[in-house]
């Protein structure tokens, strides 16, 4: 018998990978939406450097992290890969300027003072820094992002800074968010994009669903879901939430 390669961790990865494709292209196929509209940005928190090498040889080339020093070390083993690397979790002050420099994208903008920061220490040699703002779209307390009747004028600041492209909308819903919940969430997050288009903001990104709740997301117009453990299995959680950053 040859098939205890079956079992092997990398077959494990291509079988969710498999699974996860048809869960974005039959939810985007029921919305009447183009499968190929809607990006697979693999969250790579709390895996191994080995793991994203594994996932790269799969097709993935856009991968997540939350952490800045999780991610440096393990960016600077992928280099020879070309990836494109997307910041997702909170931003702290005192890391911006790792994450203007070695990121491609940066999800989860909420304060025109980060902006203004990760504007200023973007190289000026490189692309511009892709930017999405983060929007608490269900009026959650102690949750990140900024109020939807905030968010005209976060645009108009951030639209003015040279060195960031403004790119869309991101939000994070509640793990246990119910599917009426998730509907109004996604919902509105689009409609904000809409609302912007309108007043002449181009913006192309709904950055929205996760594990959990890719389908609901695709079916209200993501572009981009973030797919963490549907992807790659469980965290090691030691990783996934430094105690201090
Ligand atoms: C961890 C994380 C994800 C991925 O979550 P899964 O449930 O593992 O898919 C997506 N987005 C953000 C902002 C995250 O922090």
Request: aromatic fraction near 4%; charge should be positive.
């Amino acid at each position: 018998m040859l098939s205890t390669a079956q079992n092997s961790p990398n077959d494990r990865l291509n079988y969710r990978l498999l699974g996860l494709r048809e869960r974005i292209d039959g939810a985007a196929r029921a919305a009447g939406r183009n499968p190929g509209e809607v990006t697979l940005l693999a969250v790579s928190k709390g895996q191994p450097a080995a793991r994203v090498r594994a996932a790269a040889a799969l097709g993935l080339r856009d991968f997540g992290e939350n952490y800045v020093t999780e991610a440096l070390p393990k960016m600077a083993q992928l280099t020879d890969l070309g990836l494109y690397w997307h910041f997702i979790g909170r931003i702290q002050a005192n890391k911006t300027r790792a994450i203007a420099s070695q990121f491609d994208w940066v999800h989860g903008v909420d304060r025109v003072q980060l902006a203004q920061r990760l504007s200023t220490q973007r190289g000026h040699f490189v692309a511009p820094l892709n930017i999405c703002l983060q929007v608490n779209v269900l009026g959650e307390a102690s949750k990140g992002g900024v109020p939807p009747e905030a968010l005209p004028a976060l645009i108009e600041a951030v639209r003015e800074l040279p060195r960031l492209r403004l790119r869309g909308l991101m939000c994070i819903l509640p793990y246990e968010a119910s599917p009426a919940e998730q509907a109004t969430g996604f919902g509105h997050l689009r409609q904000l994009l809409q609302e912007a288009r309108a007043r002449g903001v181009a913006m192309d990104t709904l950055s929205m669903g996760m594990s959990a709740d890719l389908e609901s997301a695709v079916a209200h117009g993501a572009t981009v879901v973030r797919i963490g453990t549907a992807l790659f299995g469980s965290r090691d959680a030691s990783i996934a939430a430094p105690a201090v950053e």
